[in-house]
C-alpha cells in the first residue's frame, strides 16, 4: 500500500512538473497574409512562439497562377519540399495550426508539414482562413495523416477578417488562456 502511495505521488509530481513545462507554437502557411495577420494576433495575445511553413520554392505572387499551381499540387497529391524546420517539435505539447482553404482543404505544403514530425498524443488546435469553404475537407485530412493527434474539434474559421477579440474568445473557448 505504502509503495502505491508512493508511486500515485511521484506520478502527481512528474505530470504536473511536465504540464508546468509544457509549450505551445503556433505553426502557419499563408500566401497572402490573411493566415499570418490571424497567426500573429494569436501570438500576441499568448505570448506563444510563431513558426511559418514556407515552401522552398516560393509561390506565384499572381493570383490566377497560384490558382492552378495549387490545383496541380493537389491532383499530384504532391508533398512540396519546405525551406525551414522546426527545432526539436517534442518540446511542444499544443500546436495551433493555421492555413488558408485552398481547393477545399489545406494547402499540399500543410500536408508535407505534418507528415514531417510525430505529432502523436500532441494537441492540434486549427484555425482556417477562406472565401466561404470553410474548413471544407481538411479537418478529415488532417485526421488521416496524423491519426494519433488530438486535434481541436472547436477550430475558428475566419472569412476575411477577424477582431482581436474574436479571436481572444475563441482561446478562451478551446482553453487557451489569453494574456
Ligand atoms: C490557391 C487558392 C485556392 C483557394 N481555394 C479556396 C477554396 O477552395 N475555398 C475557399 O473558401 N477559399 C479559397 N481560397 C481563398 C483563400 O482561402 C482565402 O483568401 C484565404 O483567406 C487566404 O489566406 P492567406 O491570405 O493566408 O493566403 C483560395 C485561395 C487560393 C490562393
Redesign the pocket.
Known amino acids: 500500500m505504502k509503495k502505491f502511495l508512493v508511486l500515485f505521488v511521484m506520478t502527481l509530481l512528474c505530470c504536473s512538473s511536465a504540464s508546468a513545462e509544457s509549450k505551445s507554437l503556433i505553426a502557419y502557411f499563408?500566401?497572402?497574409?490573411?493566415?499570418?495577420a490571424v497567426a500573429k494576433t494569436i501570438a500576441d495575445v499568448t505570448g506563444f512562439e510563431l513558426f511559418e511553413i514556407k515552401t522552398l520554392k516560393p509561390y506565384t505572387k499572381d493570383?490566377d497562377s497560384?490558382?492552378n499551381v495549387?490545383k496541380t499540387e493537389q491532383n499530384q497529391n504532391a508533398r512540396p519540399e519546405l525551406a525551414s524546420h522546426v527545432q526539436n517539435m517534442a518540446q511542444y505539447d499544443t500546436i495551433i495550426l493555421g492555413f488558408?482553404?485552398?481547393?477545399?482543404t489545406m494547402p499540399m505544403a500543410v500536408f508535407t508539414f505534418l507528415e514531417e514530425y510525430d505529432f502523436s498524443g500532441k494537441r492540434i488546435i486549427p484555425f482556417v482562413?477562406?472565401?466561404?469553404?470553410s474548413f471544407?475537407r481538411s479537418l478529415n485530412d488532417m485526421r488521416k495523416i496524423i491519426p494519433n493527434a488530438k486535434i481541436e474539434s472547436n477550430g475558428l474559421s475566419i472569412s476575411g477578417t477577424a477582431s482581436n477579440q474574436r479571436v481572444a474568445n475563441w482561446l478562451n473557448e478551446v482553453g487557451i488562456t489569453v494574456k
Do not use: F, Q
Request: some cysteine.
Open positions: 499563408s500566401w497572402s497574409g490573411n493566415t499570418e493570383y497560384v490558382l495549387a488558408p482553404c485552398w481547393w477545399g482562413t477562406h472565401g466561404g469553404s471544407g
